[in-house]
């Protein structure tokens, strides 16, 4: 059910396969606020109009009003404090910090070193064979999930930090999902992360935000 409170409707600029803007509709969800879908695709995100929203081009962007916004981990923190309702963040320090640490390491040690972020793809489709495109994505997902199942051994409880969805079940759940799904991870080595993955997919908060789920996803969508 969406926020009696909300004013407005907010926009979110957004592709289907983009495990950033994945991110976004969870919170979105957790929030219970409404959005209209704004699809972008990959012609038009390099477009004027839309380096006017946000000049790297990239999605996701949140639009509240006339307020406009890009990148994933600013628009989850603007509608953690605007919107603080079902928070993702604990009021612990501990917990709190270390569902930062979880959200860095998927954001900043994983997707950017691998060929699931769009312009690393583009610039080596040409470059390398696929074979070595598998390898090098896998590598670079199971270092960063190593590092991901010693930060939460001992604080995971139903999910990665004790049993409330915060911040970084929002960043793992489509890292996970990515993993498991396009890139064929082994998840052997993962015990941890791969029971919280289970524990996302029953979240109708995560069900909803699905890649296939998304309004520009093609018909028949299989990763």
Same mark, same amino acid.
């Given at each position: 059910m969406a926020d009696e409170n909300q004013k407005q409707k907010l926009k979110l600029?957004?592709?289907?396969?983009?495990?950033?803007?994945?991110? /976004?509709?969870?919170?979105?969800?957790?929030?219970? &606020?409404?959005?209209?879908?704004?699809?972008?695709?990959?012609?038009?995100? &390099?477009?004027?109009?839309?380096? @006017?929203?946000?000049?790297?081009?990239? /999605?996701? /962007? &949140? /639009? @509240? @009003? @006339?307020?406009?916004l890009g990148d994933s981990l600013a628009i989850l923190m603007y509608l953690e404090e605007k919107y603080p309702q079902r928070p993702m963040l604990p009021k612990d320090l501990h917990k709190r910090v270390i569902n930062y640490q979880a959200a860095n390491i998927v954001s900043s040690s994983i997707q950017p070193m691998h060929l699931q972020n769009l312009a690393v793809l583009k610039y080596w489709e040409a470059k390398i064979s696929p074979d070595e495109k598998s390898s090098w994505t896998k590598y670079h997902i199971k270092q960063g999930f190593t590092a991901l199942e010693k930060l939460l051994k001992d604080c995971a409880g139903r999910y990665a930090i004790g049993d409330e969805v915060g911040l970084a079940d929002v960043f793992l759940a489509p890292q996970l999902d990515a993993a498991i799904r396009r890139f064929n991870v082994d998840m052997s080595d993962f015990p941890l992360l791969k029971r919280l993955y289970d524990a996302y997919l029953e979240l109708p908060e995560v069900q909803d935000a699905m890649p296939e789920k998304q309004p520009d996803a093609p018909h028949n969508t299989a990763f």
């Open positions: 600029y957004s592709s289907w396969i983009s495990s950033c803007s994945f991110r /976004v509709h969870i919170a979105l969800n957790l929030k219970r &606020l409404k959005y209209e879908y704004k699809a972008v695709n990959e012609e038009e995100h &390099l477009s004027p109009e839309f380096k @006017d929203l946000n000049p790297l081009g990239y /999605v996701p /962007v &949140l /639009v @509240d @009003d @006339d307020f406009v």
